[in-house]
Nanobody
Framework: QVQLVESGGGLVQAGDSLRLSCAASKGDLGSYAMGWFRQAPGKEREFVGAIDRSGNRTYYLDSVKGRFTISRDNAKNTVYVQMNGLKPEDTAVYYC????????????????????WGQGTQVTVSS
């Protein structure tokens, strides 16, 4: 069973960049397809992006395409999301999530697909 811990959140200005990390303990992250989600106050948790187990395939929410990049380093048991050109509407608590994947080329976009979640990290973008 994997445990996920996010880090890297903070308060930034519009246009700035942040890199969030999701580190796994008690498990081999290389066995998991991973996703990033976010939840703004008063809103549902929404999908941001996903990456397959090997790191070869990614998929993004339309509003973050071209600004966010998800990557992973399985040797370090860590998944990242590089967020550039941040906007006030990106303000939310960001969560990473994992699902054991038997295929190396599968990623998941539905919240219900994921079995393991981190505690979240706050990202606040001021205008």
């Amino acid at each position: 069973q994997v445990q996920l811990v996010e880090s890297g959140g903070g308060l930034v200005q519009a246009g700035d960049s942040l890199r969030l990390s999701c580190a796994a303990s008690k498990g081999d992250l290389g066995s998991y397809a991973m996703g990033w989600f976010r939840q703004a106050p008063g809103k549902e948790r929404e999908f941001v992006g996903a990456i397959d187990r090997s790191g070869n395939r990614t998929y993004y929410l339309d509003s973050v395409k071209g600004r966010f990049t998800i990557s992973r380093d399985n040797a370090k048991n860590t998944v990242y999301v590089q967020m550039n050109g941040l906007k006030p509407e990106d303000t939310a608590v960001y969560y990473c999530a994992g699902k054991i994947a038997y295929s190396g080329i599968t990623y998941y976009t539905r919240r219900s697909s994921y079995n393991y979640w981190g505690q979240g990290t706050q990202v606040t973008v001021s205008s």
